[in-house]
């Protein structure tokens, strides 16, 4: 194996120097054992040139879904601090960023907020807003800024037939750079000829640069049934996670969730409200009478989740957090800007009559209010519901009315809102709140 890695780091080296210094590349990294093979290599090669040719930037890139398995995202958050720290300290040229889907593409907001059913592989709706079009972005970024970029994945040709076959339809004759579907970008594969069992070899036998425990990582796959880590997705040619992956702790795309009753088994019982709540999730797009009977462009059939079952998804969400949070009192399976999201988009679908603030007070025993409003807004209110004291149901129209505007506000997107308005209109018209 010596001789090999040896090739692979010479290999990396004259990567480095060829064509335009200037051109970045990105290092997709996940924390996974393919990953962390590819940056260690990627590291080592770069070290050894001196420190005054180190121009090309490295990026290392860890895409977060917000949905990731917690025990997966602290491992990899704690790596990922470890390596800004030390490319200080070793003068190396890496930058640690992390990607996020936006808050209108995130899995709660559109599940919980509009009602989408549990992705399968029929309707894999999730890969798209979590994961390609984050890192798409970040690409297009450094594209715009740079030119062109050069995409470093830890792919390699053994894991499986779809993989090798992805690998040999985008290389180019006599080179190793690979063509990617966005222009301009080209994707670098050094570790696609690396063995399994290679790979374990050289993860076991070299220390990590940044100072991780490679030994902690091995431990990881062990506890969680030797699931694989899912790969970081940049077009829709990367293959699905599929039954052996550290991924999302939602995903209803496989039957079960291997890796998860991995680790409960291995000792980490407090993500049992987890698995609870994806099991929930994996059985309810087929049940009776939990979905429309139109979706949402207005086509019959089987269409979003029905009011009553998106808020008893939010309701089980936060009663699995609170249950997490007595053992992981930091973590959050929601956070609050979602919250406000989801009302936002209950507002936009006219479900009036399920309030977000009233679902998370009831589970919390709190008293939070998810408006919008400040202080001008709430003396507004106050007066306004003062001139509405012979009825209270012309202030509650007003009201909501108000809450759509502001809401459209937050989600910077007020495409829909005289619809959404005469919307509200015609409810009260018809039922007179």
């Not at 990367?238 to 991995?262: A, H, I, L, Q, Y």
């Not at 509650?396 to 502001?406: A, S, V």
């Amino acid at each position: 194996m010596h001789e090999l890695i040896q090739f692979i780091t010479e290999e990396i080296q004259d990567q480095y120097f060829a064509s335009d210094n200037n051109t970045p590349w990105i290092v997709g990294f996940s924390g996974g054992k393919d990953s962390t093979m590819l940056l260690q290599l990627v590291w080592y090669a770069v070290k050894d040139i001196p420190a005054e040719l180190r121009t090309r930037k490295i990026y290392v890139v860890c895409n977060n879904t917000l949905v990731e398995n917690p025990k997966i995202l602290e491992f990899s958050e704690r790596v990922l601090k470890q390596i800004q720290i030390a490319a200080s300290e070793q003068s190396m040229p890496v930058y640690v960023n992390r990607t996020t889907p936006k808050l209108e593409d995130t899995f709660w907001v559109n599940l919980i907020g509009k009602g989408y059913p549990s992705p399968n592989n029929l309707f894999r709706w999730c890969t798209e807003r979590l994961k390609i079009s984050p890192t798409t972005q970040f690409i297009l970024d450094k594209i715009s800024e740079e030119g062109e970029a050069i995409i470093l994945l830890g792919t390699r040709s053994d894991e499986s037939q779809a993989r090798a076959r992805s690998i040999k339809k985008h290389a180019i004759k006599g080179q190793r750079l690979s063509k990617h579907i966005l222009p301009k970008a080209f994707v670098y594969s050094p570790i696609k000829d690396i063995l399994i069992d290679d790979l374990w070899q050289y993860l076991l036998q070299v220390p990590s640069p940044w100072g991780s425990n490679n030994k902690e990582l091995v431990t990881l796959y062990k506890m969680s049934n030797n699931s694989g880590d899912c790969p970081l997705v940049i077009d829709t040619t990367t293959p699905s996670c599929g039954n052996s992956r550290f991924g999302c702790w939602v995903c209803t795309v496989v039957k079960r969730d291997r890796s998860m009753e991995g680790l409960i088994g291995s000792g980490e019982e407090w993500m049992e409200p987890l698995i609870d709540f994806r099991n929930l999730l994996a059985e309810s797009r087929d049940r009776e009478g939990w979905r429309e009977n139109r979706r949402r462009n207005n086509d019959e059939g089987p269409g979003p989740y029905t009011p009553e079952i998106r808020a008893l998804f939010l309701k089980e969400l936060l009663k699995a957090q609170l249950e997490v949070q007595k053992s992981q009192p930091e973590l959050s399976l929601i956070n609050y800007q979602e919250l406000v999201a989801i009302q936002v988009t209950w507002y936009r679908d006219s479900l009036f009559n399920n309030k977000v603030a009233d679902i998370y007070n009831a589970v919390y025993g709190t008293r939070l209010s998810f408006d919008i409003d400040d202080d001008k807004s709430i003396k507004e209110k106050e007066l306004l519901k003062d001139v509405c004291t012979s009825k209270s149901g012309d202030f509650d129209l007003i009201n909501d009315l108000l809450t759509l505007q502001k809401t459209k506000t937050l989600l910077m997107n007020n495409r829909g809102l005289q619809n959404d308005l005469e919307n509200r209109l015609d409810q009260f018209i018809q039922t007179g709140r």
